[in-house]
């Protein structure tokens, strides 16, 4: 089955950095998502992503982040100044359908902040 | 707004027996959908089951059903014959139909250990 790959699996950054989390969703999907899950809490929406624009948000999903389709494959999400509060499990999500269509997931980023 | 709440933070269950995944969720809609994603411990979730509300015969794949209770907005999942394999981590989640509305709302999840 064709699956949604993520890099980096693990990403330790100095508060203050920018990071880029990288995602390539399933080829023929269009609508593209970043989740997040902090240890021990909720997977969190963040953003949906549908003909190269934003097509949903989260509060959480604020001016520090911004979210890319760079080259038709790729799909990223930049967080510009890293908190401690954004290490978290971030995670791609891809789907042919925006309705009751099941999310393929990504295996996850773990963003470490310190 | 919308929120699911699975009250298991952990369950166990002996090989081949069943066990039951509880999850409630608070809506003011009368449509949605609800699904049961299951993430191993290599982390990538993948989707176990799926709802449609306007159904009510409650939806089976394999050893896997729901039990779903619009009135009482009940969504629990039992797995019949449980192996080795179903260890993971289960998310019940819940989806608006709304046109524009594209998040799905979690829970924080139930790990699930099964015993040999």
């Known amino acids: 089955e064709p699956e949604v790959t993520q890099t980096p699996s693990h990403q330790v950054t100095q508060m203050g950095q920018e990071v880029i989390l990288r995602c390539v969703p399933i080829?023929?999907?269009?609508?593209f998502y970043w989740y997040r899950q902090i240890l021990g809490q909720k997977v969190e929406f963040l953003v949906s992503?549908?003909?190269?624009?934003?097509?949903?948000k989260s509060e959480i999903f604020d001016d520090q982040f911004s979210v890319e389709r760079p080259d038709g494959s790729n799909f990223t999400l930049k967080i510009r100044s890293t908190k401690l509060e954004d290490s978290a499990m971030y995670f791609c999500?891809?789907?042919?359908?925006?309705?009751?269509?099941?999310?393929?997931f990504g295996s996850g980023t773990q963003l470490s902040v310190l | 707004a919308q929120t699911v709440t699975q009250s298991q933070p952990e369950m166990s269950v002996q090989e081949a027996e069943t066990v039951t995944l509880s999850c409630t969720y608070d809506?003011?809609?009368?449509?949605?959908?609800l699904f049961w994603y299951k993430q191993p411990p290599s982390r990538q979730m993948i989707l176990v089951i799926r709802?449609?509300?306007?159904?009510?015969q409650n939806a089976t794949e394999n050893r896997f059903s729901v039990n779903f209770q619009k009135a009482a907005k009940s969504f629990s999942l039992k797995i019949s014959d449980s192996q080795l394999g179903d260890a993971a981590m289960y998310f019940c989640?819940?989806?608006?139909?709304?046109?524009?509305?594209?998040?799905?709302?979690f829970g924080t999840g139930t790990r699930l250990k099964v015993l040999a």
């Open positions: 080829s023929n999907h269009l609508y």
């Open positions: 992503f549908y003909n190269n624009e934003i097509s949903e």
């Open positions: 989640a819940y989806r608006s139909p709304l046109y524009g509305t594209y998040k799905y709302i």
């Open positions: 999500a891809s789907s042919e359908y925006p309705t009751n269509e099941k999310l393929f």
């Open positions: 809506t003011s809609e009368s449509d949605y959908y």
């Open positions: 709802q449609e509300a306007y159904k009510q």
